[in-house]
């Protein structure tokens, strides 16, 4: 008996369900949408997914996902090279560009610190993020992780990992979002607020 759906048409369902938020009933109800909008969709993503495939690398100084190294934003020269940006993930670098308030460069880990995951120091590259400040350009490093327990362990460690160089190292306010009303933020968030307040 011959299968209900063509096989290549099962693959794709297959490979849809494995990506992040889509289980494979959302993953049946994507693969359907390409299908039917084949022109306008399905034959585009199919171009730019074997482009990505091709030619998205890693940065060897920072690495940041371009697809070019080093990518577009070591190469940016209008931004501050004493600025250096440390964060956990590729996302979190995303994020900091959506915001848009630093020109600076960045420096990404590619996770935390977690013991009970074997992932250490080594795993992270910390020695390669040390060697990278010793050059002596930067100035200031900016600790921006997750206010999670990996998060925090992973910036004290970077800190006195630091230490010997005698730069600057900073870390994101933790505190009150912009627009959050008081009595809906956890008690974590608002002691880290009322530690980090500032003069009016
Ligand atoms: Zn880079």
Redesign the pocket.
Known sequence: MAAPIGSEIERLIQLLARLPGLGPRSARRAALHLIRKREALLVPLADALKLAAERITV??????V?TR???????DERRDKSLLVVVADVGDLWALERAGTLRA??H?LGGTLSPLDGIGPKELGIERLVARVAEGEIKEVVLALNATVDGQTTAHYITDALAPLSIKVTRLAHGVPVGGELDYLDEGTLAAALRARTAM
Not at 59 to 64: H, L, Y
């Open positions: 940065c060897p100084i920072c690495n940041n371009d190294a080093p990518c577009g934003i070591c190469e460069r960045y990404v």
